[in-house]
């Protein structure tokens, strides 16, 4: 069964998972320990996770996978007991958030809710994320397959990430690409993704600018007076603020 040994690392990781709850989410501030353990599922979920782990890297059956289950019945995570996480993860409200078999994630990582950690298909061996330290999950983001985001990345809310993100970057949108790097916006033609041209409706505004020079030449052969011109809007602005909000 578990040894002292897997005990005590064990309950050294669940005091780091509740020290990042208390540092990391506002609503803790004058919260107990003991409260936080009752009262946060994310919080719930990792300690079960721990027990978990532990119990799978010693080769027990099945019972990883049942604490698993029962763990995410009664917080709404799903974390494979193989999922390797170091310590001081906080996931915030919790349900939703699912974590595969090969993620890997390192120290120091905040997760919302509705964040997936997974695979992109049926491949086997790594095919899971590996999320490096300080790094910053939103609410709903999707990282799928065996990428690298970077230490200290951002990744918006309801961001879907198919590519290795840069260190200390922002990644927003779907697909995901870095709107910050250092803190500064990524240079070059490619760069504004968020502001892209819309070529439907430059389509129709070409052919709006047809139909209105044949009604103004009817209008002429008929002496009579040509009627309004047609306003054809761009279905998203191409400059101004970012349509996505953020
Ligand atoms: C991505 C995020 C971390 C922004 O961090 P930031 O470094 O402060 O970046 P900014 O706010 O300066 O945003 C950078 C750009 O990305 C855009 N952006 C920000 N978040 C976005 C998102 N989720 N989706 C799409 N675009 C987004 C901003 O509008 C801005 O665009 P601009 O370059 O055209 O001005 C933040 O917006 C976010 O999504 N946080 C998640 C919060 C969350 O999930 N909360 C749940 C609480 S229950």
Not at 96 to 123: D, M, P, R, S
């Amino acid at each position: 069964m578990l040894g002292l040994g897997t005990l005590a690392r064990i309950a050294g990781e669940v005091r780091r998972d509740v020290a990042a709850a208390h540092a990391r989410d506002p609503a803790a501030r004058g919260t107990g320990s003991l409260e936080i353990l009752a009262g946060w599922p994310g919080v719930q979920a990792l300690l079960a996770h721990r027990v978990a782990h532990g119990m799978q890297g010693l080769g027990i059956p099945a019972l990883p996978r049942s604490i698993s289950f029962a763990s995410r019945l009664a917080t709404g995570v799903e974390i494979h007991p193989c999922a390797q996480i170091g310590p001081g993860l906080f996931i915030d409200h919790g349900s939703g958030v699912v974590i595969g078999e090969t993620a890997q994630i390192g120290e120091n990582v905040t997760l919302y809710q509705g964040v997936t950690l997974g695979g992109t298909g049926f491949a086997t061996g790594k095919r899971h994320p590996t999320v490096q330290d300080n790094v910053t999950v939103g609410a709903g983001a999707k990282l799928l397959g065996a990428i690298t985001i970077g230490h200290g990345a951002k990744i918006g809310a309801n961001t879907v990430v198919v590519h290795d993100v840069p260190p200390n970057s922002t990644v927003v949108g779907n697909p995901g690409h870095p709107v910050r790097v250092d803190g500064q916006r990524p240079e070059g033609p490619d760069a504004d993704w968020v502001h892209l041209p819309d070529p439907v409706a430059e389509a129709i505004k070409a052919l709006s600018a047809r139909i209105a020079e044949l009604e103004r030449e009817l209008a002429a052969r008929r002496g009579a007076e040509p009627g309004p011109e047609g306003d054809v809007r761009p279905l998203r602005p191409v400059r101004g603020p970012n349509p996505t909000g953020g």
